[in-house]
């Protein structure tokens, strides 16, 4: 293997990514085939380093498989205008303030449920018969 090669647990470290992950975004088309040494060992190069370290960080931000896939495929275009993504990074903004709205609405609704507790017996609680069907 050449100097400027990885394997994969090398790559794993060097990203903070497990070796199955790799493997997962190999076989779904999102890390390219790597190269094989001349013993069939994957030899990764630095482009796979930073396509992977792209991925990664897309991922901690929340974006999906096929968000990310189209934000590779819109990087490879670096003659056109960035719209699509700014388009593609706003819907993502919007998913995510929706969740959050959702998550405050539950975290109001248990505070409620919890603040409702009398501290009596389970026969009494009011949490559990909150969640049981009605």
């Given amino acids: ?25 190999e076989r779904i088309g999102l890390l390219p085939e790597p190269k094989r040494t001349s013993a069939n ?3 990764y190069g630095q482009d796979e ?3 992977l370290s792209f991925i990664r960080r897309a991922r901690e931000l929340g974006f999906t498989i096929e968000q990310i896939r189209a934000l590779l495929d819109l990087a490879n275009s670096r003659d056109n205008d ?3 993504v700014d ?11 929706s969740k959050l709205s ?5 975290r109001r609704e248990l505070r409620d449920l919890i603040g409702q507790c009398q501290r009596g017996k389970i026969a009494d609680c009011q ?8």
């Fill in 87 to 97: 388009a593609l990074a706003q819907a993502h903004l919007a998913e995510i303030e």
């Fill in 41 to 43: 060992y994957r030899a």
């Fill in 102 to 106: 959702d998550l405050r609405a539950l």
């Fill in 49 to 51: 380093l930073v396509r």
């Fill in 1 to 25: 293997m050449s100097e400027r090669s990885l394997a994969i647990g090398a790559l794993a470290k060097a990203t903070d990514t497990n070796v199955e992950t790799i493997r997962y975004y």
């Fill in 127 to 134: 949490i559990l018969a909150a969640l049981s069907p009605r």
């Fill in 82 to 84: 960035c719209c699509t």
